[in-house]
């Protein structure tokens, strides 16, 4: 039974943090500097620094890109 | 954030990493000093370019008896991955300095008491107690600062602390899921989880567990440790995130109670682990009786909204302070013969501005060093944060300020008391 609850949940975040990284490549295409004009101009060490962080809250800037449509 | 939210802790984490301006506005010029008159050391996180000035050449700031600044910028132009200044690098070889030592320090006790000791136990235990002091230290800093503005320059990086710390418990459970859970045919990750499902009892509980989703949340605000988060998770967001360390603490001690020191004989390791919840507990106790004082301070209404706060003699030239009346947190400062009253809580995280400084016509928090304007609380363009203002007034001598906040970046009209200097 615990195995079965810890495969779902892994199976969950293994979907989640793929989706994340699939989102990553348009965020950094086009979805990035939508949500935050500043980030047009950073630098590649930035946005090499936070890409852990978009798979990790890729809903948040979703959201957050979809709002700023 | 509410114009009324109390300050209730001192950046449960902080942020480092800044931007780097590509042009330099004006007001891009943050001088930040902390706390008057107190000696000013690091306790900001962004250097600046200043258009006249060196940005890393912090004695170029020191003239005559005015306190040594710090040039930081904090509300630039763009982002970098980390806002290096000479301050974050002493800070960070202090820290890897002192981690290199302490793992030192602690192998050689462990190589002495158990000679027999091997190098996977060496790595598992090393790196454990490593991020067990550091996180400690980490939690300990916000209340300190609190406590005593001597502190401050502990909370400059304490971003970098964060992360160094994470990086430490990130190879212990990787090295501890590799070396206990990679081995056999069950996925490893889900061995974790039912290598032993003893969740019911206490001396044997599956103490791995409550390791793992501490890390998953070390990791979440290891990652969001950049103001790139800060601003797009939203400050409330973020912080309230980040206040999940203190869960994070609440697991890591069930995990150390749970697992090591159930194997462990020596008394000094429960010692450790009492007395370091202790050391925490006790320091934000202290710092949260510390801010309920300034909390209990009642003013009395005289009139039409006003509270009578203080003299004029109160306050120095381009300093503030802070009140909380009518769950309001309040900033008055005095500045070129006016007065003026903005929230108390800094857009960028919470910071206490009322405890910084009216620097080149700008308040300027003590933090990083975000400024407003004094008479619209509004950051001076192109950027576009804005704290609610307060209408104030003087009768004589005395300061009145009505508790009502109007909204964000209204223009309030300055008390007037004396010729306004030249600028």
Redesign the interface.
């Known amino acids: 039974m ?2 079965q ?3 779902i ?2 199976f969950i975040a293994a979907a989640y943090l793929a989706i994340g990284l699939i989102f990553s490549v348009f965020f950094y295409l086009k979805g990035m500097s939508k ?2 004009a ?2 047009a ?3 590649w ?2 946005k ?3 890409f ?2 978009v798979i ?2 890729w809903p ?2 979703l959201s ?1 890109w979809r709002k700023n449509r | 954030m509410h114009s009324g939210e109390a300050l209730t802790e001192v950046g449960a984490t902080d942020p480092d ?1 800044g ?1 780097i301006p ?1 042009s330099i506005p004006r007001y891009s010029n943050y001088l930040s000093i902390p706390a008057k008159s107190q000696p000013l050391k690091a306790n900001s996180q962004h250097e600046t370019f200043s258009t006249q000035e060196s940005p890393f050449d912090l004695d170029h700031h020191q003239r005559g008896d005015r306190p040594r600044c710090i040039t930081y910028a904090t509300m630039s ?6 806002g290096w200044n000479k301050q974050k690098k002493r800070y960070n070889q202090i820290l890897w300095l002192g981690i290199a030592l302490f793992l030192a320090v602690f192998v050689g006790l462990q190589l002495a008491f158990h000679p027999n000791i091997t190098a996977e136990t060496l790595i598992l235990r090393g790196t454990s107690v490593t991020a067990f002091v550091l996180l400690h230290i980490i939690l300990i800093i916000g209340p300190l600062c609190r406590l005593n503005e001597r502190f401050l320059p502990l909370l400059y990086n304490r971003r970098h602390m964060g992360v160094s710390m994470f990086l430490v418990a990130a190879v212990h459970g990787i090295f501890s899921i590799i070396q206990f859970h990679a081995l056999g045919d ?2 490893a ?2 061995s ?3 290598s032993n ?1 003893n ?1 019911v009892a206490i001396s044997d509980f599956p103490f791995q567990v409550l390791g793992f989703f501490a890390l998953i949340i070390f ?2 605000m290891a ?2 440790s ?1 103001d ?2 800060l ?3 939203s400050p409330r ?1 973020w912080k309230n995130m980040h206040m999940l360390v203190y869960v994070a603490y609440a697991l890591i001690f069930m995990h150390v109670a749970t697992g090591a020191l159930q194997y462990e004989t020596n008394p000094i390791y429960w010692v450790m682990l009492v007395g370091g919840f202790t050391v925490v507990a006790a320091l934000h106790i202290a710092s949260g009786i510390k801010e309920n004082r300034k909390l209990r301070t009642q003013y009395a209404l005289k009139e039409e909204g006003y509270y009578e706060v203080c003299s004029l003699n109160d306050l120095e030239e381009n300093c503030g302070k802070s009140v909380f009346i009518d769950a309001e947190n309040i900033a008055i400062f005095k500045y070129n013969g006016k007065v003026s009253a903005v929230n108390n809580v800094c857009k960028h995280q919470m910071g206490p501005i009322g405890e910084g400084r009216v620097i080149d016509d700008c308040i300027t928090c003590p933090w990083h060093g975000y400024q407003y304007l004094p008479a619209n609380g509004q950051s001076p363009p192109p950027f576009d944060e804005k704290l609610s203002t307060y209408r104030v007034k003087l009768l004589g001598n005395m300061i009145w300020v009505n508790a009502s906040p109007l909204p964000e970046g209204t223009f309030v009209e300055p008390a007037v008391y004396g010729k306004k200097l030249a600028t």
């Open positions: 615990t195995e609850i810890a495969q949940i892994l949500i935050d500043i980030t101009e950073s630098t060490g930035f090499l620094i936070v852990p962080g990790a809250f948040f800037l957050k | 990493i931007y590509t132009l763009q982002y970098s991955a980390v069950t996925n990750f889900v974790v989880f039912t499902e969740y990791f979440l990652v969001s950049h790139f988060w601003k797009n998770l967001f």
